[in-house]
């Protein structure tokens, strides 16, 4: 198998560095998310949160992004990694072949081979199971029946082929009977085995049409079944596993990728079937959900793939209600979809059977807004001849209303839903605005402007510590002066200490590392900030002396205050001598002070 061999090398440390000097984290961050330039950085709406100010700061010099709403951060790899739930050696490979660097991989060693990730052996074990079960499809006589239902629904034997359908035979351990004693563990942790309780296994899928679900970086993360006998359910998927989640993942998505991007918009139909039928016929843009509604995620995804999203329902009674359910994913992610309502009875699968392909698309292309479609819908129902059914068709729609989060959008509807139902759009605002609209978990300029920890730029504290990172030469100085030990702010202190370390261990400070190295989340926003600001205006030795005179001025009038009280202290007890020593004591600070007023840092010599 390709992938096994694959995941069994590793990569050498000086090919990860080169990867990760010759790639341009704007240029890879851009297939998946629009930047635009600000300043020195790039921002975009972040891909890990979901938002509508862009707070996704990428920044190319110093390698590294960091999203100011949810606080994602990391260097190119992580980006991959986090984004298609890769491994990093997976992200590695990805990018050398982007960059044309050549991967000189070796053979993992007993040791390594252990730490393979449990995701990549999960993986396998999935590979393995498709392999199989596609085999039986198309080569053991048990799956006679699986092939003529495959066949009356008109799948040919090259999409067969292409999506590795599959068959389980009505046997308990077909699979389980194929894989050895450690393959069944990891067959177990993705439920394509199901535990007796005794480390005994029994296959989960019987008798079924498997259906291998690929993720976008192709892998096989889990399996929708569908019972060919009168075995229920009907539909039997993998359940959640450390590689399989159904809410972020999307059925025919690893093949629809490209063509959504070419074809700039998406269709979201509802089964297996509808998706092959429709690649078969040359709509390569279509995905499913998989056994759930559409949820916001999956919006996310495909959102940044195009913003043109059309969802394909049947209008019987069950379609119309899980048309309008749809909506409320699709509003809390400021997305607005189109909507394809087929004939009764029909879905996407049986329409292109009949129809052809022509007329499919033909729907397509006269889809209306969702939106409109299902305001419609709830206002329809009201008698508007009368002034009950009229404020009935407004209260129905306000709550629609309510979730609609760009306000300009919003406003237009209000106009809208005015004119059709007849009423003021003075009444429709004064409901909407009777409730709050429902808070968001996100965005919002004025929330992430309080999340940021205040920035002063007068303290000299934090000035200190935003030199140490952009101005690694500094650290020098400030460790040579002990100056972290008169910090008064405990928090940038310990900071500034755990950076002196991390210098001392590394010869410098990269940012990508310092991200991935620190777990205190204010403390990597405050880092990241300083690192995308831009450079510190005017000299960092100058701004340097200024920190350490102001950190000094600071601790000698300390002192003096302290020596103050205890002078004062020694008069009321009318004790001579110790008067004497803390005048004295006083007069060495005052000295002290003139001399911190006059300090230099003299460059060369430190
Ligand atoms: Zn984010």
């Given at each position: 198998m390709h992938m096994l061999e694959n995941t069994s090398k590793f990569i050498p440390e000086d090919t990860i560095r080169e990867i990760r000097e010759t790639c341009s984290i704007v240029e890879v961050v851009s297939g998946y998310v629009s930047l635009k330039k600000a300043g020195a950085n790039y921002q975009g709406l972040c891909p890990f949160h979901n938002e509508k100010t862009p707070s996704f700061t990428v920044n190319e010099s110093k390698k590294f992004f960091y999203c100011f709403g949810c606080g994602a951060s990391g260097d190119v790899f992580s980006f991959l990694m986090k984004h298609d739930k890769i491994s990093f050696q997976e992200a590695a490979r990805l990018l050398a072949k982007k960059y044309g660097i050549h991967l000189p991989e070796k053979p993992l060693s007993p040791r390594q081979q252990k730490r393979l990730s449990e995701k990549e052996q999960l993986y396998k074990a999935n590979q393995a199971a498709a392999d199989l079960y596609h085999r039986l499809l198309v080569?053991?006589?048990?799956?006679k029946q699986a092939l003529q239902y495959l066949q009356e629904r008109g799948i040919t034997g090259e999409t067969i082929r292409e999506y590795r359908l599959g068959f389980a035979p009505d046997a308990w351990d077909t699979l389980t009977h194929q894989l050895d004693h450690k393959s069944r563990l990891h067959a177990g942790k993705t439920g394509l085995l199901i535990d007796k309780g005794t480390g005994r296994y029994y296959d989960r899928f019987r008798n079924r049409i498997i259906f291998p679900i690929s993720s976008v970086?192709?892998?096989?993360v889990g399996f929708g079944g569908r019972s060919i006998?009168?075995?229920?359910?009907?539909y039997l998927n993998s359940p959640e596993s450390a590689v399989y989640s159904k809410r972020h993942n999307l059925y025919g998505l690893h093949t629809a990728v490209r063509h959504i991007q070419k074809e700039n918009r998406v269709l979201i139909v509802e089964g297996y079937l509808d998706v092959l039928t429709l690649h078969q016929a040359g709509a390569k843009n279509a995905v499913a959900a998989l056994g759930t509604a559409l949820t916001e995620h999956q919006i996310r995804i495909l959102n940044r793939y195009t913003p043109n999203i059309v969802t394909v329902f049947d209008s019987d009674p069950s379609g119309v209600k899980a048309m309008v359910r749809s909506l409320e994913p699709f509003l809390m992610s400021a997305v607005s979809p189109r909507v394809v309502l087929l004939p009764p009875g029909e879905d996407p699968d049986s329409f292109v059977r009949s129809n052809g392909i022509g007329p499919f698309r033909d729907q397509i292309d006269k889809a209306e807004l969702l939106l409109d479609f299902v305001i419609e819908k709830t206002v329809e129902k009201n008698d508007l001849a009368t002034p009950n059914g009229k404020v009935r068709a407004c209260n129905d729609t306000v709550p629609l209303l309510r979730k609609i989060s760009d306000s300009l959008e919003r406003d237009l509807y209000i106009q809208k839903i005015s004119r059709r139902i007849g009423v003021g759009e003075a009444h429709i605002r004064s409901r909407i605005g009777a409730q709050p609209r429902h808070a968001r978990p996100d965005d919002g300029p004025e929330r992430q402007q309080k999340e940021k920890p205040a920035y002063a730029p007068q303290n000299a504290e934090k000035i200190i510590v935003h030199l140490m990172i952009l101005?690694?030469?500094t650290i020098d100085i400030i460790q040579d002066k002990a100056l972290l030990e008169d910090f008064t702010n405990d928090d940038l202190r310990t900071l500034g200490t755990l950076l002196c370390r991390i210098y001392r261990e590394q010869g410098t400070l990269s940012i990508p590392y310092l991200m991935d190295t620190i777990t205190e989340e204010r403390w990597k926003q405050l880092i990241a900030e300083d690192a995308l600001?831009?450079?510190?205006?005017?000299?960092p030795v100058k701004i340097l002396e200024d920190c350490i005179r102001s950190i000094r001025l600071k601790k000698n009038s300390r002192q003096r205050e302290k020596i103050n009280l205890l002078l004062k202290q020694a008069e009321a007890n009318r004790d001579e001598s110790l008067s004497l020593r803390y005048q004295h004591e006083f007069q060495t600070l005052l000295h002290e002070k003139r001399d911190i007023m006059q300090f230099k840092l003299n460059f060369h010599q430190t």
């Open positions: 080569q053991d006589s048990r799956a970086s192709n892998h096989i006998g009168p075995g229920e359910p009907k101005h690694t030469e600001r831009n450079e510190t205006s005017g000299s």
